[in-house]
C-alpha cells in the first residue's frame, strides 16, 4: 500500500480519502465539479492502480464529479492477507463505496478488470448508470455467447495468458516491485517515451514485497475460474437486468496493439448487452491506452459525453 501522502512529484496531487465500510482501508478520490453535470467513476485494472487517470482527472473534472478508485490491493489501497482477491470481493467493495459515497449519474470509464467489476455495479443499481466507457476491457468473463470456441481460443492465444499459466507466474508476480514494468510491455504497453524513473517507481510502490501482490496474482487467475465466469455472467440470465442496462449508451475503445484483450472476446461480450454499441479501434495503441494514447482517449469520452443520451447516440 502506498503512503497516503505520496504524490510522485507531484503527477499525483489530488487528496487520498478512505472507505473502511468493507474492512479494510480503500483508497480513493473525489474530484472535480461537485455541481456539474456529469460524474465519472474511472476504473483501472491489471496491475495498476488510479494512477493511470492521472491525466483524465483534470479534464473531466471540469465537466463534473471524478471518482478513481483503486481496488482492493492495488494503489493506496490496503492489501488484507485473508481475502480471496474473487471478483465477487471487488464486485462487493465498489458496490460499498459508490453507495456510500451517493454516486449517482454516473459514467463508468473501466479498463481491463475495471469492465467486469463496473458492469456488475451497474446490473445491480441501473437507475444510477448514465454510460459505459469500455476501454480495453470485457464486460464479464467467461465463453461470451455466438463466438465460435476454437476460434476464441486460438485469439486467446495471447502471451500473458500463457505467462499466467506457467511456472513462471508466481515468482515473477511476487516481485513486482522490481519486474512491473515487464509485466506492463508483456500485456500491451506501447508508449515507451512516457517511462521515466518516476512513473516506475509509481507503478511499482503498491508491490513491495510478494504480500502485497497478492491481489495482482489473483486477478488472472480469476480469468480461468468457474465460479469467476458464473458470478459475472448470472446477471445476463436476467432479461429486465439486461433490458435495463441495455437503454445506456456504451461504446468499445481498443487498442490495435493490445495483446491481452482479444478483439473477437471483448467485442462479443460487449454486444451480448449492447448489439449496436460502437467499438473504436485506437492505432498504435496498447492494452494500457490511458498511458499509450491518453490525449485520443479523453477527447473520445469527451465526444462520447457529448453525444449521447439514454439509448441513443447523436451524430
Not at 499525483?12 to 467513476?41: K, Q
Not at 482527472?57 to 485473508?82: A, C, N, W, Y
Not at 458496490?95 to 449519474?105: E, F, K, P, R, V
Not at 492505432?283 to 462520447?304: N, R
Amino acid at each position: 500500500m502506498i503512503d497516503e501522502g505520496e504524490t510522485f512529484s507531484g503527477s499525483w496531487p489530488f487528496e487520498a480519502r478512505y472507505f473502511e465500510g468493507r474492512g479494510f482501508r480503500h483508497h480513493f478520490i473525489d474530484e472535480g465539479r461537485r455541481d456539474g453535470p456529469e460524474t465519472f467513476v474511472c476504473l483501472h485494472g491489471e496491475p495498476t492502480w488510479g494512477y493511470i487517470y492521472r491525466r483524465f482527472v483534470p479534464r473531466l473534472g471540469g465537466i463534473g464529479r471524478v471518482i478513481v478508485p483503486d481496488h482492493m490491493g492495488f494503489g493506496k489501497s490496503e492489501t488484507p492477507q485473508d481475502r480471496a482477491y474473487s471478483v465477487e470481493e471487488h464486485c462487493d467493495n465498489l458496490d460499498a463505496l459508490l453507495l456510500s459515497l451517493d454516486a449517482d449519474g454516473i459514467t463508468f470509464v473501466m479498463q481491463d478488470w475495471g469492465g467486469p467489476i463496473g458492469t456488475n455495479f451497474a446490473f445491480r443499481h441501473p437507475k444510477r448508470i448514465r454510460r459505459m466507457i469500455y476501454i480495453d476491457s470485457m464486460t464479464r468473463v467467461g465463453m461470451p455467447k455466438d463466438v465460435d470456441p476454437a476460434a476464441l481460443m486460438r485469439a486467446g492465444a495471447t502471451p500473458w495468458a500463457e505467462f499466467f499459466t506457467s511456472a513462471a507466474f508466481d515468482p515473477v508476480m511476487s516481485h513486482l516491485s522490481r519486474n512491473v514494468l515487464s509485466v506492463l510491455k508483456l500485456i500491451g504497453f506501447e508508449n515507451n517515451d512516457v517511462i521515466t524513473d518516476e512513473w516506475i517507481r509509481a507503478y511499482a510502490a503498491p508491490f513491495p514485497m510478494p504480500a502485497d501482490c497478492i491481489g495482482a496474482k489473483a486477478f488472472p487467475l480469476n480469468t480461468i475460474d468457474p465460479v469467476s465466469w458464473a458470478y459475472t455472467e448470472a446477471p445476463m440470465k436476467e432479461p429486465t437486468r439486461v433490458e435495463a442496462l441495455r437503454k445506456k449508451p456504451a461504446v468499445m475503445l481498443l487498442g490495435e496493439q493490445d495483446r491481452t484483450a482479444p478483439a473477437l472476446l471483448v467485442e462479443a461480450t460487449l454486444r451480448e448487452i449492447w448489439p449496436e454499441a460502437p467499438s473504436i479501434r485506437l492505432p498504435g495503441v496498447g492494452h494500457f491506452a490511458q498511458e499509450d494514447a491518453p490525449e485520443m482517449v479523453i477527447a473520445l469520452i469527451e465526444q462520447f459525453v457529448a453525444t449521447s443520451k439514454d439509448g441513443t447516440y447523436l451524430s
